[in-house]
Nanobody, 126 residues
């Protein structure tokens, strides 16, 4: 079983919304920052957003600023990525990763992780 489990992906139309979840019930959740990545077909993986474990600070890649919101519920050991105003360019497999660092965002976004989920597909049609 993977240490992180993503859910909430699916197919939506242009302008629609989805909320992705990342559950880490087996982790010592409080010690990890969380990052969301995505990988579109034929493209490299890109970091979408991250949220610090320390102060809840967040950071977003430019193309999703104002449309995506990352959050975390430590009691539920779950992180979320609310995605609004989706466009076809957002189509990708989305992964969450746990980052064992107390750095704040945006610094923590650049810390490597070896704790990953299996990914969830997001498809946005025009």
């Amino acid at each position: 079983q993977t240490p992180l489990v993503e859910s909430g992906g699916g197919r939506v139309q242009f302008g629609g919304s989805l909320r992705l979840s990342c559950e880490g019930s087996e982790l010592s959740w409080q010690y990890y920052a969380i990052a969301w990545f995505r990988q579109a077909p034929g493209k490299g993986r890109e970091r979408v957003s991250c949220i610090s474990r320390t102060d809840g600070s967040t950071h977003y890649m430019d193309s999703v600023k104002g449309r995506f919101t990352i959050s975390r519920d430590n009691a539920k050991k779950t992180a979320y990525l609310q995605m609004d105003n989706l466009v076809p360019e957002d189509t990708a497999v989305y992964y969450c990763a746990a980052v064992a660092s107390g750095a704040t965002a945006p610094i923590v976004c650049n810390v490597p992780s070896n704790v990953w989920g299996q990914g969830t597909q997001v498809t946005v049609s025009s």
